[in-house]
């Protein structure tokens, strides 16, 4: 069946046929699918502005999709309506190498943009564990995990600024381009930090169209080592120490893997390993910089981890994390070795010294639902971790067993010391229950999008629809 097109605004294509709509009814999370009434793919901001013009003329629900590779529910339009598809807005708009700052489109893709920027010598601070088929838009919008990283934070440190146009059309840029003709160079300006407000927010508040992300060189010196451990009450103790030490200034990326994530990969790749002989816990560590920097800051964090009991153990360097590391292809090059169709992720943050309480919650999963295959890895940040619980299943026959066992998961992590991280629809509830946080949500929402008409059910916001 061919697609249908109407023509709105400028000319940019519309679907309205069952068919073309399927895409657009999900992410890859385990959230229930929604139904779009119609999907558009709006070439500029301007398209945008048009578009949330006929959402309000229809009273259409508006949702925005990327590329449809995060974990938590966000793109999924639980209220039907209008989905905007930014896949066509994928330009690099501004590349300011004497500021450090590159200006981009929502809907341009990791993958295209590491390779504009390498030809520069630049690069950016994270990119998401979906690798090359996420966009920038989605990334930001869902507050990706990303790589997470010890010198990088998190996405939303990576942020200079950004181009929101809100539910009635009003177009909004924060940081110092908030200022006629100053541009993107300083976030933290003017007054109170607009740009955090729509960093993780899965479009409740407006469709973000540029977004202004920090540069940095590419390293002279890259290497990678992996530290194996007793066990996880040993490895988070080299972490703490470790981020105290602000040992963490050439740590691009550093993850932790539990024992039985290290078996599984092991197995898969070297079946004739005994697993006896493998550590309980390890720590993958990516350094890049100076040289002589580099090599110091090696040595310290390997003399570190010897006085917590940590050893080379370079097998899972060589089957896993270099690769994961140089050919930048993250998170697919982990789910390739299960022979399952999906994988549910649930994201955390915990403080470092709870790295062994994680690890216990993950492994009362694998006790209650032996039928799934369950993995955990967490990435640390200047301070604190970001924990992922991965279950792999069979979407054709689990659906259902997997989103129980995924709902039972949630309570074992926040007795464990864990908080939400790229809420979605997933912890919906969860931001629901944090009293007057979720409070000064609704009363933010009210004040934007007064009609509700934006991202209906994302961080529990207007569950009802409009």
């Given at each position: 069946?061919?697609?249908?097109?109407?023509?709105?605004?400028?000319?940019?294509?519309l679907?309205t046929?069952?068919l073309?709509?399927?895409?657009?009814?999900?992410?890859?999370?385990?959230?229930?699918?929604?139904?779009?009434?119609?999907?558009a793919?709006?070439a500029?901001?301007?398209?945008?502005?048009?578009?949330l013009a006929r959402a309000?003329r229809?009273r259409?629900?508006?949702?925005?999709?990327?590329g449809?590779?995060m974990?938590?529910?966000?793109a999924?339009?639980a209220?039907?309506?209008?989905?905007?598809?930014?896949?066509?807005?994928?330009?690099?708009?501004?590349l300011?190498l004497?500021?450090?700052v590159?200006?981009?489109?929502?809907?341009?893709r990791?993958a295209?943009?590491?390779?504009?920027?390498?030809?520069?010598?630049q690069?950016?601070g994270?990119v998401?564990?979906?690798g090359?088929?996420a966009?920038?838009?989605?990334?930001?919008?869902?507050h990706?995990?990303?790589?997470?990283?010890?010198?990088?934070q998190?996405?939303?440190?990576?942020?200079?600024?950004?181009?929101?146009?809100?539910a009635?059309?009003?177009r909004?840029?924060?940081?110092?381009?908030a200022?006629?003709?100053a541009g993107?160079?300083?976030?933290?300006?003017?007054?109170p930090?607009?740009?955090g407000?729509?960093?993780?927010?899965?479009g409740?508040?407006?469709?973000?169209t540029?977004?202004?992300?920090?540069?940095h060189?590419l390293?002279?010196?890259?290497?990678?080592?992996v530290l194996?451990?007793?066990?996880?009450?040993?490895?988070?103790?080299?972490?703490?120490a470790?981020?105290?030490?602000?040992?963490?200034r050439?740590?691009?990326?550093?993850?932790?893997?539990?024992?039985?994530s290290?078996r599984?990969?092991?197995?898969a790749?070297?079946?004739?390993?005994?697993?006896?002989s493998?550590?309980g816990?390890?720590i993958?560590?990516?350094?890049?910089?100076?040289?002589?920097e580099v090599?110091?800051?090696?040595?310290?964090l390997a003399?570190l981890a010897a006085?917590?009991g940590?050893t080379d153990?370079?097998?899972f360097?060589?089957?896993y994390?270099r690769?994961?590391?140089?050919?930048?292809?993250?998170?697919y090059?982990?789910?390739g070795?299960?022979?399952?169709s999906?994988?549910a992720?649930?994201?955390?943050s915990?403080?470092s010294a709870r790295?062994?309480d994680?690890?216990?919650?993950?492994?009362?999963?694998?006790?209650?639902f032996?039928?799934f295959v369950?993995?955990?890895?967490?990435?640390?940040c200047?301070?604190?971790?970001?924990?992922?619980?991965?279950?792999?299943y069979d979407?054709?026959?689990q659906?259902?067993?997997?989103r129980?066992?995924i709902?039972?998961a949630i309570p074992?992590?926040r007795?464990?010391g864990?908080?939400?991280?790229?809420s979605g629809?997933?912890?919906?509830?969860?931001v629901?229950?944090?009293?007057a946080?979720?409070?000064?949500l609704?009363?933010?929402?009210?004040a934007l999008?007064?009609?509700?008409?934006?991202?209906?059910g994302?961080?529990?916001?207007g569950e009802g629809?409009?």
């Amino acid at each position: 069946m061919s697609s249908v097109l109407s023509e709105v605004a400028d000319g940019f294509p519309l679907y309205t046929e069952t068919l073309d709509l399927l895409p657009y009814g999900r992410d890859c999370s385990v959230v229930p699918p929604g139904r779009a009434g119609l999907a558009a793919q709006p070439a500029s901001a301007e398209d945008v502005i048009a578009l949330l013009a006929r959402a309000r003329r229809e009273r259409l629900p508006v949702y925005v999709r990327g590329g449809g590779t995060m974990y938590a529910g966000g793109a999924n339009p639980a209220a039907g309506g209008l989905v905007i598809d930014v896949s066509r807005m994928n330009r690099v708009l501004e590349l300011d190498l004497e500021r450090g700052v590159v200006v981009v489109e929502p809907g341009i893709r990791f993958a295209d943009l590491l390779a504009r920027l390498a030809g520069h010598g630049q690069t950016v601070g994270i990119v998401p564990s979906t690798g090359p088929a996420a966009t920038v838009g989605g990334a930001l919008a869902a507050h990706a995990l990303g790589t997470g990283s010890a010198r990088h934070q998190s996405m939303g440190d990576c942020v200079a600024g950004l181009e929101v146009i809100l539910a009635d059309g009003t177009r909004l840029r924060t940081g110092s381009a908030a200022c006629s003709d100053a541009g993107f160079f300083q976030r933290y300006c003017l007054g109170p930090d607009l740009t955090g407000l729509f960093i993780g927010a899965d479009g409740v508040f407006g469709v973000v169209t540029a977004i202004a992300l920090w540069l940095h060189p590419l390293p002279a010196t890259r290497e990678t080592c992996v530290l194996g451990f007793l066990d996880a009450a040993a490895a988070s103790a080299f972490v703490v120490a470790a981020q105290a030490s602000e040992l963490t200034r050439n740590l691009w990326y550093a993850a932790c893997y539990e024992g039985g994530s290290i078996r599984a990969r092991v197995a898969a790749a070297r079946p004739e390993v005994d697993a006896a002989s493998l550590p309980g816990f390890c720590i993958g560590l990516d350094l890049g910089g100076d040289a002589d920097e580099v090599a110091r800051d090696r040595a310290r964090l390997a003399a570190l981890a010897a006085r917590h009991g940590g050893t080379d153990f370079p097998l899972f360097d060589e089957i896993y994390f270099r690769t994961l590391r140089y050919d930048e292809n993250y998170w697919y090059t982990y789910a390739g070795y299960f022979s399952r169709s999906r994988c549910a992720i649930l994201m955390t943050s915990l403080p470092s010294a709870r790295l062994a309480d994680f690890c216990a919650a993950v492994d009362a999963q694998r006790r209650r639902f032996p039928e799934f295959v369950w993995a955990s890895a967490a990435v640390l940040c200047r301070r604190g971790l970001h924990g992922g619980v991965l279950a792999f299943y069979d979407e054709r026959t689990q659906w259902d067993a997997m989103r129980a066992a995924i709902a039972a998961a949630i309570p074992d992590l926040r007795a464990a010391g864990c908080v939400p991280y790229k809420s979605g629809k997933l912890f919906a509830e969860e931001v629901r229950a944090t009293g007057a946080y979720f409070d000064v949500l609704q009363r933010l929402k009210a004040a934007l999008d007064p009609e509700g008409r934006m991202a209906p059910g994302n961080l529990g916001l207007g569950e009802g629809g409009l």
